[in-house]
């Protein structure tokens, strides 16, 4: 018993401080797309089982959708009483509690390391409770645990340290009868399907494993042991194998998202040396300034400087330094090849966005790992265990201080922005929220004071375009031939066109709504117009930007009674995109306004055909079914008579 009292103490007062330092956070506002993939994910009360899958698979986030993550969702809303409002406490909180949980495995994880490594009982304490408190409370890791949709990753970062828990206890244990080696695999691999099916980052715990097999695991050899052989081909070198061979077969396809940014493949490497230097600088020198959940204010490298070549250097010598110890020192090679393995997904060639602080959620386990066994090597003569105590509880009060200034700002949307704009001033995007929050909260004068500021700092930006679109509709005023005519001028910008048509979408969703009566429906086609060229001059490969401006310009010049060029605009979608489900949905109800019944009719069957559990499009398939009937039987009726 007394054994197991001192690391549990330990574990338990981690988890309350973190519950103290985060609860100002909890009752936080919904950040940046919180909102609508929380909307998304509501669910009817008494919805059958199957209506519960077709949500968990309605988000089109990542490749594979994410369905674990978006069935947490659905479990939020339904544990509040399926509200219509939704509350960000039950989320943010349940976020904290996987967050907690994420980092009792971080203990375990290191606990095993270090026996694996034959450290002696009171130094693994240390060093696996010091390396879990640093990793739970670091200020980075509040723009993963309070930004709600970063459940995703949390999540993904749950099933993957249980498969590393898993795949260490079964290359590590003694000789095992097949049956229960090929059970204990399965439970490693069903691990690696959950963390996949949360978020992608999953796939990479086939390279963890072999991070695994590089240091800690090379004192359990493989020769003459058929089931650690086993464990090793079927969950580390089978998956890097078909890894690769999907990467290569899909390169051309994986990498068309560039046709949508202002940087290429070399210039993102380039950025991402930079981004992960920034990443490593807040970490290792946690002050508020290193901070932001914003980070789209980090610069686009497109040739390479001395600062380029030296972080490049101290990167290459970093994994130099892993390979040269990873026998003498396997903890410490651990530590700096998880860091840099857990951002070979998001922090290399694919064509994501420059940088996000939650990138770092599970890689922060290696510089955490690294202090704590730093610390824990100070023991000598000289330096008793009192002080190593003394030097990490300093460490995480520290620390502590530093992330309950950080959540407490997360606790109101005010507050939030204004430390967003006062530490990424040069961030589009914490300054864009800034106006449309002011905007929102009826303070007009106030954003059109701070739309001005942005028009000046980021001259020729052409979201700038969309956003004074967005102050118009909210505040009221009409939109004048000059402003639109600046608005059309912005709207041409190539560089920024995937964005323009985001914030485009938030300005059609509250057209839509009936909260922008005096922007017309004319003025937005010609916006999508402008939207739509530039797209097809731009980014003449990128079908599927080429599309959503088509579709939005159709829209709204249906809108405006314009029927006649709006079909012409779906047929060139469904020309390009046959089985379109949008497209074909727009086509039938254009049809049916057009009184084409018997054509909408045609393509309500060609709806019909496809399989819409992933298209999130039910219900409106079947408001157009109940359209069509209603209009077939006034026609009737008409005959009739």
């Known amino acids: 018993m007394k054994k197991i009292a001192l690391p549990l103490g330990l574990v338990t007062a981690t988890l309350l401080l973190l519950v103290a330092i985060y609860a100002p956070g909890l009752s936080g506002p919904f950040v940046f797309d919180d909102y609508s993939n929380a909307t998304l994910m509501t669910i009817k009360e008494g919805s059958s089982a199957s209506r519960w899958v077709e949500k968990a698979l309605e988000n089109k986030s990542g490749l594979l959708r994410r369905p674990v993550a978006n069935l947490s969702f659905l479990v939020n809303h339904a544990l509040d009483g399926y509200p219509s409002t939704l509350q960000t406490r039950s989320y943010k909180a349940t976020n904290l509690l996987i967050h907690g949980i994420n980092a009792v495995l971080c203990y375990v994880l290191v606990w095993q390391l270090l026996s694996l490594t034959r450290c002696n009982r009171q130094t693994a304490i240390f060093v696996a409770s010091l390396a879990a408190a640093v990793w739970a409370i670091h200020p980075l890791q509040v723009s993963t645990v309070l930004y709600v949709t970063q459940r995703m990753t949390q999540l993904s970062a749950t099933f993957s340290l249980l498969a590393v828990i898993g795949y260490l206890f079964v290359r590590s244990r003694p000789r095992k009868p097949l049956f229960t080696t090929l059970l204990a695999i399965l439970a490693v691999g069903t691990c690696c399907a959950l963390a996949v099916l949360s978020k992608e980052n999953g796939a990479l715990l086939p390279v963890l494993f072999v991070v695994c097999e590089l240091t800690v695991l090379q004192s359990f050899p493989l020769s003459g042991r058929s089931d650690r052989k ?17 990467f290569f077969s899909h390169f051309n396809s994986l990498m068309s998202g560039y046709a949508v940014r202002d940087f290429d493949l070399y210039e993102r490497v380039l950025s991402q040396i930079h981004v992960m230097g920034h990443y490593l600088k807040a970490i290792l020198i946690p002050v508020p300034s290193h901070f932001g959940f914003y980070l789209d204010d980090m610069p686009v490298v497109r040739t390479a400087s001395a600062a380029t070549y030296a972080i490049s250097a101290a990167f290459l010598a970093a994994l130099g330094t892993a390979l040269l110890l990873r026998r003498s020192a396997p903890l410490i090679a651990f530590a700096i090849l998880w860091f840099f393995a857990g951002h070979l997904l998001e922090s290399t060639v694919l064509p994501l966005e420059l940088a996000f602080e939650h990138r770092n959620y599970l890689p922060l386990l290696g510089p955490a790992l690294l202090v704590a066994v730093a610390i824990g090597n100070m023991q000598s003569e000289t330096i008793r265990p009192r002080v190593l105590i003394t030097i990490g509880l300093a460490l995480v009060l520290t620390l502590s201080f530093v992330t309950l200034r950080r959540t407490t700002t997360w606790a109101t949307m005010d507050s939030f922005l204004l430390s967003e704009v006062e530490f990424r001033s040069g961030s589009f995007r914490a300054n864009s929220e800034m106006v449309a929050y002011l905007s929102f909260s009826g303070y007009h004068t106030d954003a059109r004071n701070h739309l001005e500021m942005m028009k000046w700092r980021f001259a020729g930006d052409a979201r700038l375009a969309s956003l004074e679109l967005l102050l118009t509709c909210r505040s009221g005023q009409l939109i004048t031939a000059e402003r639109k005519q600046s608005i059309l001028s912005l709207a041409a910008e190539p560089s920024r066109n995937y964005e323009s048509y985001r914030t485009f979408q938030k300005v059609a969703e509250l057209k839509q709504s009936s909260a922008c009566s005096l922007v017309g429906a004319q003025d937005m086609a010609d916006i999508a117009e402008v939207g739509l060229r530039t797209a097809l001059q731009a980014h003449p490969d990128n079908l599927g930007g080429i599309n959503q401006w088509r579709m939005q310009y159709a829209v ?14 779906i047929e060139q979608v469904l020309e390009a995109s046959p089985n379109s489900t949008q497209a074909l949905l727009s086509m039938a109800n254009l049809e049916l306004r057009r009184k084409n019944i018997a054509l909408a009719e045609q393509y309500l069957r060609k709806l019909e055909s496809h399989d819409h559990i992933f298209s999130g499009l039910r219900a409106p398939i079947e408001q157009l079914r109940q359209a069509i009937a209603a209009a077939r039987q006034n026609q009737n009726v008409g005959t009739l008579q």
């Open 230 to 246: 086993a464990a090793m081909l079927i969950l580390a070198i089978l998956p890097i194998a078909l890894g690769m061979v999907y």
């Open 556 to 569: 709204w010049l249906v809108a405006a009674n314009q029927l006649e060029a709006a079909k012409q605009q």
